[in-house]
């Protein structure tokens, strides 16, 4: 069940947190964050992490913990 919340820009109750995937960086330091709590409204479209949810992105980006998973990645050129 999702959990219901107030969206800060339109003030209704429409927001729900979901989980997603992001990737940071870049070539050999490309890392790939799964799992992440994301609040997404569903009246206005608008999309936000929290601020503890930045915190502790930064903290994951930023310590250079050993990953849980290794995965291969496709790379394909844009001519």
């Known amino acids: 069940m999702d959990q219901k ?3 800060d820009n ?3 109750g429409a927001a729900t947190v979901k989980r997603v995937t992001r990737t ?3 070539g050999e330091d ?3 964050i799964e799992n992440i ?3 997404l409204c569903r009246h206005g479209g608008e999309s936000c992490f929290t601020a503890e949810t930045m915190r502790e ?3 994951l980006k930023g310590c250079g ?3 849980s998973k290794r995965r291969s990645v496709a ?3 844009f001519s």
Request: glycine letters at 12%.
């Open 5 to 7: 919340l107030i969206c």
């Open 10 to 12: 339109c003030g209704r």
């Open 24 to 26: 940071y960086g870049c």
């Open 30 to 32: 490309l890392t790939v």
């Open 37 to 39: 709590p994301i609040v």
């Open 57 to 59: 992105l930064d903290r």
């Open 65 to 67: 913990n050993s990953p």
């Open 75 to 77: 790379v394909i050129g």
